[in-house]
């Protein structure tokens, strides 16, 4: 381990979710030393850089400090039921190519030793809709779900007034309807603009009835 930001996972819990970031800094060296600093308080348990490469900060048997307040599903300690990957960009880019060939590999390898599902892949903005945003818009969260290592919705019918019901079915913690739609299309559908509308309905529907809690 080379962050000291760590500690034991809570009643014993083991991870079944990890939570994607990016680190909103300007290189692989800062965010390494923001992530390592017993000063700042924060970790995650992967470190992945632009070229490819991925070196690990904190053991994933233990609880890495990378998710903060918020939830998933039933769960509200998120850091305790987590594996917490930075992706370095600085929120304004796309991700290269090595990069996402590398987190590739990496999820793969997680899931695997963990046994978590591709439902468990989430978003930090999906977790913390009223204040994260990670990893953003040019996130390839496509490109995972058609390689079984996340989840993708397909087009079908929804109403917009069970929106926010079918978002929290599918994990999505309360907040307001607001914040969830700008999280759900950051991840979904990141060139949507306006209002709540059929589609964001239709995609939030799909979701929860093929991957809420105890489905499937």
């Known amino acids: ?20 970031h990016y680190t909103g800094m300007p290189s692989f060296a800062e965010s390494k030393a923001r992530l390592c ?51 370095q960009n600085p929120g304004t880019m796309p991700f290269p190519e090595p990069q996402m060939a590398a987190l590739e590999l990496l999820l793969a390898g997680i899931m ?52 926010a019901l079918n978002a929290c079915r599918f994990g999505y913690p309360d907040a307001d309807e607001a914040a969830l739609l700008h999280a759900f299309r950051l991840r979904f559908r990141p060139w949507a603009k306006g209002p709540l509308d059929d589609m964001d309905a239709a995609l939030a529907a799909d979701l929860a009835d093929r991957f809420a809690p105890n489905v499937g």
Do not use: Y
Request: glycine share 12%; proline share 6%; aromatic share 6%.
């Open 37 to 87: 600093d017993p000063v700042h308080e924060v970790s995650a348990h992967w470190l992945v850089d632009c070229d490819g490469r991925a070196e690990a900060l904190v053991d994933e048997s233990r609880r890495a400090w990378h998710a903060g307040a918020g939830g998933w599903g039933q769960v509200t300690d998120v850091n305790s039921a987590s594996i917490g990957i930075e992706m």
């Open 1 to 20: 381990m080379i962050s000291p930001n760590h500690g034991e996972r809570r009643g014993g819990v083991k991870p079944h979710l990890i939570v994607l």
């Open 112 to 163: 695997a030793r963990w046994g978590i599902r591709p439902e468990g892949v989430i978003a930090h903005s999906d977790m913390a809709p009223s204040r994260k945003a990670d990893p953003g818009k040019h996130f390839d969260w496509r490109r995972l779900a058609l390689a079984g290592l996340s989840v993708w919705p397909k087009a079908g019918l929804g109403v917009a007034a069970a929106f």
